[in-house]
């Protein structure tokens, strides 16, 4: 019998993938998820389970069920904006949800996870390159809710034996090259697909969200990881964490997965213009409440540590993958 893994989140874009290459590995991916912001028809690669964080006896039925030898919490709710004008769903949604699962996988024995934290933790750093040891100050209530779980994980480390890993992702792009599944939000908020929706006509044109920013070219500048090698990472650390002689009493180790080179929304611009080989309708707007200037990191311990090189996150691989997927697939339900 293949050992599972729980995969909250596993109908929404890095989950679907993180299932895909677990699949690919020799696990098998345990879907759970509200199909709040995922799609029934991104889950392919293994069993699903339908239902909510929140609900605790759900949980502990699905940990009942299918006893998984560990968990990858992806599920979260994730748009900055709506995060401003609405955080408690933040809160509710995202720290008190993952406390009801933290509670769920310990009373089932289930001691590692592998958390999708995020870059919004660090909020605004004059500039500088991020890393594991930059003090965190997020901007908005999403940043502020990662953290928040972040420290509840720590916390669990030492009192009940929790093993975590915790990513902190920087912008994550692309899509399988095979083009099975890929990145479809609705509504849709990210840079690419936006400028991709731009490119083939289903939306008028992108906007980008200020010009008067301290850079080279006016624009925000961020740093881009294909989702392939985010997910390759997943595993690395899931087989850390597994491994005899990590962790063993408990406790949590941090990544960061950036490439250490940013992109500024201009220059992502022109090389979707390159690899489309087509226009991209543009018009310039006002800056978006809660956007950092600039969030780029390197990855010298994951490297170390986990043997994890991002080798696919190029700039015109990350938009021609992503370019593929978008004028072949998207999810209906
Ligand atoms: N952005 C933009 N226009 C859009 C969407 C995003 O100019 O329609 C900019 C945004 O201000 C940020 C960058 O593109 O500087 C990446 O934004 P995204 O929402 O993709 O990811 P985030 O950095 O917020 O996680």
Known sequence: MLPKILVTGG?????SHACKALAAAGYIPVTYDNLCTGWRDAVRFGPFEHGDLADR??????FADHQPVAVMHFAALSQVGESMQDPGKYWRGNVCASLTLVESMLAAGVRDMVFSSTCATYGDQDGVILNESTAQAPLNAYGASK???????????????LRSVIFRYFNVAGA????????????ETHLIPLILDAIDGRRPALTIYGTDYPTQDGTCIRDY??????????LLGLDWLRGPDHLQTGGSELFCLG??????VREVLDEAREVTNRPVPVT???RRPGDAVKLVSGSEKAGKVLGWHPHRSRLPLMIADA???????????
């Open 259 to 264: 490439t250490g080179r940013g992109f500024s």
């Open 225 to 234: 990881v294909h989702v392939m090698d985010l997910v390759d990472a997943h």
């Open 57 to 62: 006896a759900r949980l502990d039925q699905v």
């Open 284 to 286: 310039e707007g006002p």
């Open 11 to 15: 109908a929404g874009y890095i989950g």
């Open 176 to 187: 399988d090259p095979e083009a099975e599944i890929g990145e479809f939000h609705q509504p």
């Open 147 to 161: 953290r928040a779980i972040e420290d509840m994980l720590r916390d669990f480390g030492a009192s009940d034996g």
């Open 323 to 333: 370019w593929r997927w978008h004028q072949t697939g998207h999810y209906s339900g």
